[in-house]
C-alpha cells in the first residue's frame, strides 16, 4: 500500500513563499506520475503541477511562472515551491501518485493567503 506524507503548508502573507514537500512509501514502481492538486472551499479538486515519468509536468495556467514543482526519483519525493502567492491560491493541498497499482492521495495541508 503506498502512503503518501505532505509537509510544508501554512498561512502566508500575499506575496509571500511557501514550499511543500511530498514523501512517497510502499510502492515498487519506478515508472510513475506524481504531483500536487488543490481544492478550495466549495469548488473542486484541480490539478496544480503534477510530474510524469518522462520529467514533464503539467502545471495549472494559474499557477504558471509562480509555483515550480521538482521530484526526486532517488527519494521518492516531490516538492512544489510556491512563489508570488495570492489569496486566491489558498485551498488544502494534496499530494498526488498515479501507478500501476493505483492512484494515491494524501491527507492534505493547508495553505492560507492572508494579509
Known amino acids: 500500500q503506498v502512503q503518501l506524507v505532505e509537509s510544508g503548508g501554512g498561512l502566508v502573507r500575499p506575496g509571500g513563499s511557501l514550499r511543500l514537500s511530498c514523501a512517497a512509501s510502499?510502492?515498487?514502481?519506478?515508472?510513475?506520475?506524481m504531483g500536487w492538486y488543490r481544492q478550495a472551499p466549495g469548488k473542486q479538486r484541480e490539478l496544480v503541477a503534477v510530474t510524469g515519468s518522462s520529467g514533464s509536468t503539467n502545471y495549472a495556467d494559474s499557477v504558471k511562472g509562480r509555483f515550480t514543482a521538482s521530484r526526486d526519483n532517488a527519494k521518492n519525493t516531490v516538492n512544489l515551491q510556491m512563489n508570488s502567492l495570492k489569496p486566491e491560491d489558498t485551498a488544502v493541498y494534496y499530494c498526488?501518485?498515479?501507478?500501476?497499482?493505483?492512484?494515491?492521495w494524501g491527507q492534505g495541508t493547508q495553505v492560507t493567503v492572508s494579509s
Open positions: 510502499g510502492s515498487v514502481f519506478s515508472m510513475y506520475a
Open positions: 498526488y501518485r498515479r501507478e500501476g497499482s493505483g492512484t494515491y
